[in-house]
C-alpha cells in the first residue's frame, strides 16, 4: 500500500494492512518540514526459525511502531531525529515498511518454548 505524502495532513490518515497472519494498524500525521509520524502496531503470528534447536514455530508479535518517515533525503537539524525513514518519489511504501519490520523480529535471537523451557 503506497501513501502519497502530500495527501497526508495533520490530521490523522489511518490505514490497516492484513498480510497473512500479521496486521499492521496505525496512522501517518503530517509534523513538520516533510517530516510525517507513523505510528502503528503490529499483531499476529510470524513463522520463525529458534536459535537454539533450529525448529520451526509460530512467534506471537505485538510490536508497536513509532518512527518519522520523510519526504525525500532527512537533513539533520539541531534536534537529530533518530528513527527517520527516507520516502522516494513522495510516497510512503507501507508493505515494504511491515517487510522491514518482519525482518528485524527475525533476525533477533529468537527461541521457540520447548527450547526456553530447558
Known amino acids: 500500500m503506497n501513501i502519497k505524502l502530500i495527501k497526508v495532513s495533520k490530521t490523522p490518515s489511518d490505514f490497516e494492512i492484513i498480510s497473512d497472519k500479521i496486521t499492521f ?9 516533510k517530516l ?7 499483531k499476529g503470528s510470524l513463522p520463525v526459525i529458534c536459535d537454539v534447536c533450529a525448529e520451526n514455530y509460530e512467534m506471537n508479535i505485538d510490536e ?26 513522495g510516497e510512503a511504501d507501507l508493505d515494504e515498511i511491515l517487510a522491514s519490520e518482519l525482518e528485524l523480529v527475525k533476525s533477533d535471537y529468537n527461541t521457540c518454548s520447548k527450547c526456553k523451557n530447558s
Open 25 to 33: 494498524k496505525g496512522f501517518l500525521q503530517y509534523d513538520s518540514d
Open 36 to 42: 510525517f509520524r507513523l505510528d502503528a502496531e503490529i
Open 64 to 89: 508497536k511502531i513509532d518512527f518519522f518517515i520523510s519526504d525525500g533525503l532527512y537533513k539533520a537539524s539541531n534536534e537529530s531525529l533518530i528513527d527517520v525513514v527516507e520516502a522516494i518519489d
